[in-house]
């Protein structure tokens, strides 16, 4: 249920926190005093909602509410030292145009994450998935390494690869909720099966020239290769635009060298 308590522009200036109950399952309001902003928030209403069942919470000095088992601890850091792979091993299709120092997967990961963070908003759009779907698009790459078009890996070999691999990385993870909400974003993500995943396949693609078109400035090279494999292919209206730009970029410098 939520409560809204709307802000009154005759009340003095206050940040209102959300706050754990002790033993309840509803957040309560508290207030601290802040200076006052040059920003009035008289006409945004916050709201406290009850915590989903069967969901985890944190108090409020950021731990969790319910007590972390070491076995948990364990799983969670064993995950993430697995992760640590995404951080180190680099984009092959950079590699193989003899990219000194190219980007790693992560890199790839982040900057579509903040693709989907600064888009406009769009009608219909869970921009909070489309970071979530961002970021674990290419997660299973931790076992499987960056398997690109050259390596001439068949579609549904790659899929079966990476779902192998992203289903030991959850098992590592300990299984339950995290580990079953990244096997369904990464499934919809694999399966192009909502307009989320669309949006994420388009950043993967705009993220990608775009990392050409920075090599190209920086290395003095020509990697045609990226621009023809991607033209056509955006789906999305975001994708569409922010790719455009792109190219029109890329034109201009090549007009420029000429």
């Known amino acids: ?130 970071i979530k779907i961002a970021i674990v698009h290419d997660i299973a790459e931790a076992i499987v390494g960056d398997i690109t078009p050259s390596d001439g890996v068949p579609k549904a070999e790659k899929s079966r690869r990476e779902q192998e691999a992203l289903d030991e990385m959850c098992k590592i993870l300990g299984g339950g909720l995290r580990a079953d909400e990244i096997q369904e974003l990464w499934a919809e993500y694999e399966n192009n099966s909502s307009i989320e995943a669309s949006l994420v396949k388009d950043f993967d693609k705009v993220e990608m020239i775009l990392q050409a078109l920075e090599y190209e400035t920086e290395h003095g090279k020509i990697l045609d290769e990226f621009f023809i494999s991607t033209a056509g292919k955006f789906q999305t209206a975001v994708g569409k635009s922010w790719a455009a730009e792109v190219l029109s970029r890329r034109n201009k410098r090549l007009n420029e060298l000429a």
């Open 1 to 130: 249920m939520a409560v809204r308590s709307p802000i009154s522009s005759r009340s003095p200036p206050h940040l209102l926190l959300l706050r754990r109950s002790r033993g309840r399952g509803i957040r309560s309001l508290s207030s601290l005093p802040l200076e006052p902003s040059k920003h009035s928030l008289s006409s945004r209403p916050l709201v406290a909602r009850a915590a989903p069942s069967g969901s985890p919470s944190f108090g409020s000095n950021g731990a969790s509410a319910s007590p972390i088992s070491p076995a948990s601890s364990a799983s969670s850091i064993d995950f993430l030292t697995l992760c640590h792979r995404l951080k180190t091993t680099k984009r092959k299709g950079w590699i193989n145009h003899g990219i000194k120092h190219p980007e790693s997967i992560a890199d790839h990961m982040y900057r579509m994450a903040l693709m989907a963070l600064i888009a406009g908003d769009i009608p219909g759009i869970d921009r909070e998935r489309c």
